[in-house]
């Protein structure tokens, strides 16, 4: 049974910075497409980050929004996913998903999805 769990969310002010993890167990991240998603009150959830391996190569996508600003990164050790979001901006409040693929295309579609974590709420006010 895969089981993923999402932590670190919170409320920061604008400009600041947050880490969410997504501890994973089930399925070996390392070779897994994982991504991360968000959903704000009365709008569909949207693509934020994803990695994905391809042989030795790993590739990363950033929705852009949040290029330059968000960060995905794994610890294969640990099992686990994150994103640091940095220049936090009150457009990027939200609830936060963390998932895992079991496809290779089309990763920035949620519908690729297979497993989902229960969501962290990031707030983002003065």
């Known amino acids: 049974q895969v089981q993923l769990v999402e932590s670190g969310g919170g409320l920061v002010q604008p400009g600041g910075s947050l880490r969410l993890s997504c501890a994973v167990s089930?399925?070996?991240?390392?070779?897994?497409?994982m991504g991360w998603f968000r959903q704000a009150p009365g709008k569909e959830r949207e693509f934020v980050a994803t990695?994905?391996?391809?042989?030795?190569?790993?590739?990363?996508q950033y929705a852009a929004s949040v290029k330059g600003r968000f960060t995905i990164s794994r610890d294969n050790a640990q099992n686990t996913l994150y994103l640091q979001m940095n220049s936090l901006k009150p457009e990027d409040t939200a609830v936060y998903y963390c998932a895992a693929s079991r496809s290779i295309s089309n990763i920035r579609n949620p519908n690729e999805y297979d497993y989902w974590g229960q969501g962290t709420q990031v707030s983002v006010s003065s």
């Open positions: 089930g399925r070996t991240i390392s070779s897994t497409t």
């Open positions: 990695m994905s391996r391809s042989g030795i190569t790993t590739y990363y």
